[in-house]
């Protein structure tokens, strides 16, 4: 089973003092012992190595350098399958964002979704389910501690 990862995942998994990193870390082996894939989009990438190394979101933000070097790593492991926007995936975006009138505020959520729909993955790796319910195709899958 591949499960698509959302930016919040790589964060928690990454950096060792966030609150949810023990249960992002145990759930990441949960997976890879299972067997299972990781879909990863270059967007999830992008807005990681933002999230990292922002200083009003993170209390010891990572240099860009070693942002960079944690990305690379995700990107070339050989568990995670490359997901890329093409044609269908951009005419859903367009289409959910039409049909459940989302702003500005949606548009990155809503594209990794229609990417990952596009893709056939329909299991998210998230603690922002929100993002992903009302489209009717993710399963998703916290890793919020209780």
């Not at 870390?25 to 992008?46: F, I, V």
């Not at 240099?63 to 951009?90: C, K, N, T, Y």
Request: no cysteine; proline share 5%.
């Amino acid at each position: 089973m591949t499960y698509g990862i959302d930016t919040d995942f790589l964060v928690a998994v990454e950096i060792r003092d966030h609150p949810f990193h023990r249960e992002a870390d145990a759930l990441l082996r949960s997976l890879l012992d299972g067997g299972h894939d990781l879909a990863l989009a270059p967007q999830t990438l992008a807005e990681f190595l933002h999230v990292v190394t922002d200083g009003k979101r993170m209390p010891t933000p990572l240099p860009m350098s070693e942002a960079l070097q944690r990305a690379e790593h995700w990107w070339q492991a050989a568990e995670v399958i490359r997901v890329f926007p093409d044609g269908p995936s951009v005419t859903e975006f367009l289409a959910w964002m039409n049909r459940h009138s989302l702003g500005r505020k949606r548009l990155l959520d809503t594209m990794l979704a229609a990417l990952m729909a596009q893709a056939g993955v329909t299991r998210i790796v998230t603690n922002n389910g929100q993002d992903f319910r009302g489209f009717g195709r993710f399963e998703i899958v916290p890793f919020r501690g209780n």
